[in-house]
């Protein structure tokens, strides 16, 4: 602010006029009192975190109770007047981060059962159906991959007999890989010499077939050849 008394030097058609400000006019900034309050330290496990009351009162539970200003819960307080919470840390990081924006980040060294112990223990309920719900699909996708495999048989045969056999190959058997090889013994690869035709086949456990009607008698061929190995 500019008062009368600190103009210096002014002077009738001067254009360099000196002015003085008054230091006190200019207003530092300040941290309202409400703002500083809305601030919560908590001590989860030894480790230290920093958030709001806004941002722990997004849901109903242990931890909206514990942060208001007149709290139901008590609870001891550290040096730094900190929350005490016994609980594992990294996974509290996790629920943290849902309260603070809705989503489930899981580290690679932190598992879903976790989490969901801890979401239990603090009682935030959306967080709870939300770790079921990837627990389920987890366990769903792991079934899933478990409960298909590839049958491999190795099938012995006649040189003359190679371009037949995989001709003949159906059911969904996939010829993988030929190997030839010669008599024990021979370095020499006859013309006439045997052949491995290794095939697969892609195989629900879940399912039980009935090999009387399920398999073509092309590939019960195939399947009593690969049998003499």
């Given at each position: 602010m500019l008062t009368n008394d600190k103009l210096l030097?002014?002077?009738n058609g001067d254009s360099n006029s000196v002015v003085n400000i008054d230091s006190h006019s200019i207003s530092k900034p300040t941290i309202s009192s409400n703002s500083k309050r809305d601030w919560v330290l908590l001590n989860v496990g030894g480790k230290h975190f920093m958030t709001t009351r806004s941002t722990l009162s997004k849901e109903e539970s242990f931890l909206c109770r514990l942060c208001q200003h007149e709290p139901d819960l008590k609870?001891?307080?550290?040096?730094?007047?900190?929350y005490l919470i016994d609980r594992d840390p990294n996974y509290f990081n996790v629920v943290l981060n849902y309260l603070r924006h809705g989503k489930l980040i899981l580290e690679t060294n932190l598992v879903e059962e976790g989490v969901l112990e801890e979401a239990?223990?603090?009682?935030?309920?959306?967080?709870?159906?939300?770790?079921k719900d990837k627990?389920?699909?987890r366990d769903r996708r792991k079934f899933n991959?478990?409960?298909?495999?590839?049958?491999?048989r190795v099938i012995q045969c006649q040189e003359k007999e190679v371009t037949q056999l995989m001709s003949s190959l159906s059911d969904g058997w996939k010829f993988e890989q030929l190997?030839?090889?010669?008599?024990v013994g021979s370095s020499y690869m006859y013309p006439e010499g045997e052949f491995l035709c290794i095939v697969s086949k892609q195989y629900d456990r879940g399912t039980r077939e009935d090999n009387n009607t399920c398999v073509s008698e092309r590939v019960k061929i195939l399947q009593e050849r690969?049998?003499?190995?």
């Open positions: 030097n002014q002077q609870t001891d307080v550290d040096d730094k007047g900190a239990e223990f603090y009682n935030i309920r959306p967080l709870i159906e939300l770790v627990i389920r699909e991959d478990c409960a298909t495999n590839r049958v491999y190997i030839g090889h010669s008599p690969g049998s003499r190995m």
